[in-house]
């Protein structure tokens, strides 16, 4: 399967959000909440201070340009009033007080400017990808993209063909549903690309705007922690089928799970006021079955070697860091420790989705990686689903 990586391009979102401020906007809003007493001690568990956005928390909990007014509008609202036995007088005071309520934003006016950040910055990253491995867009034969938070068709991919700009003829394959997982599975397709034609040149773009599932007027735990924990980050790695010089990872194998029935647990919900992330309690034990599934691949692939082969580093994004609590607690016996530094790392300044999986690998290099080193890279999803890769740092 031998696949060759080159160092990932990664670009945060330009404005720093503070969990203060979170905490702050929150309390204010919901101050009633069954949550507000142990909002302080909720959000110091996340272990985050500060993550980048796309775009600033003001435009996250901006009203919408509507008006509280039915949306049958103030003819119909009128003569519902009058039907009632409201005198005129009333009713125009009842009128001009809807008018003053402003709306939630819509669908529309939560999503297009995230859209927007999410081309540009999928751009920045892909630019920067190219420049690190050498190559410029017309050495681009196939384009992978990811972003689950903005849907969009035409896509990432169609945007960035456009932008960058690629060859006609360059295959583009968007996967917007991937989520956690798209770092991990974008490798494992580029692999199978790549060993198909080995002087294929495969371009990963992944580009999520997480915040845009900040949403002011969900009262629940489950969408406090939601807007605690999210980051935006847009981030672009080069795979090729033989090694160049920039190239510092070689891929050797890929592992896929699914776990069937647990399709609800984490999900994305597209309502009237935008999307929102939908977090289920039992979600993090389910992950764990997925870890516990790639504990078994990796002792299968390494059977004839079970008391000397180990990873020297793994670059995991299971959704939290309850499950890389759970990785470390269920290691096979004489693995080293500090394997997940990196990605606890990562998740100091918020979890990224799809993006962070490269996130992680680009601390990796940055802290000089050995050469020789076995790494292994898994992510889980919702779904629940998930995808690992074992290889060698070069």
């Not at 009203?63 to 009033?81: N, V």
């Not at 389910?286 to 079970?306: I, N």
């Amino acid at each position: 399967m031998a696949a060759y990586l080159c160092p990932p391009a990664v670009i945060h979102g330009k404005h720093a959000v503070r969990t203060s401020q979170i905490v702050d906007e929150v309390r204010g809003r919901h101050p009633n909440a069954a949550w507000a007493p142990r909002i302080d001690g909720i959000a110091a568990s996340t272990g985050i201070e500060t993550r980048g956005w796309m775009l600033p928390l003001e435009t996250a909990v901006a009203p919408g340009s509507g008006s509280g007014l039915p949306a049958a509008g103030i003819g119909p609202a009128r003569e519902a009033l009058a039907g009632d036995g409201f005198t005129e007088q009333d009713v125009d005071r009842v009128i001009t007080a809807l008018e003053a309520i402003p709306a939630p934003q819509t669908v529309q006016e939560r999503t297009a400017p995230a859209w927007s950040a999410v081309q540009s910055y999928g751009e920045r990253a892909a630019r920067g990808a190219l420049q690190i491995a050498g190559l410029d867009a017309a050495n681009v034969d196939c384009l992978i993209t990811s972003h689950s938070t903005t849907p969009a068709l035409p896509g990432l991919d169609v945007s960035l063909a456009n932008r960058l700009p690629l060859r006609s003829d360059v295959l583009l394959l968007p996967a917007t549903q991937w989520a956690c997982i798209a770092g991990t599975r974008s490798l494992a397709l580029a692999a199978d690309l790549v060993a198909a034609d080995p002087d294929r040149v495969v371009l990963v773009v992944i580009a999520e705007a997480l915040s845009t599932t900040y949403q002011p007027a969900d009262d629940t735990l489950e969408s406090l922690i939601v807007r605690l924990l999210f980051a935006d980050t847009a981030v672009a790695a080069v795979v090729t089928g033989r090694p160049r010089p920039e190239s510092v990872l070689r891929l050797d194998a890929a592992w896929h799970h699914t776990l069937p029935g647990t399709q609800d647990l984490h999900r994305l919900e597209t309502r009237e006021d935008g999307t929102h992330f939908v977090m289920d309690r039992r979600g993090p034990r389910a992950v764990q079955e997925t870890v516990t599934a790639m504990w078994e691949w990796l002792r299968l692939r390494y059977q004839d070697d079970p008391g000397s082969w180990h990873p020297d580093v793994l670059l995991a994004h299971p959704g939290g860091t309850r499950v890389l609590e759970y990785m470390e607690e269920t290691m096979p016996d004489g693995w080293p420790s500090g394997l997940l530094r990196h990605s606890r790392d990562s998740y100091t300044s918020g979890n990224r989705g799809g993006a962070a999986v490269f996130d992680i690998m680009r601390r990796a290099y940055d802290a000089g990686q050995k050469a020789g080193s076995r790494a292994v890279l898994y992510a889980a999803a919702p779904g629940l689903t998930a995808t690992a890769l074992e290889g060698q740092w070069l």
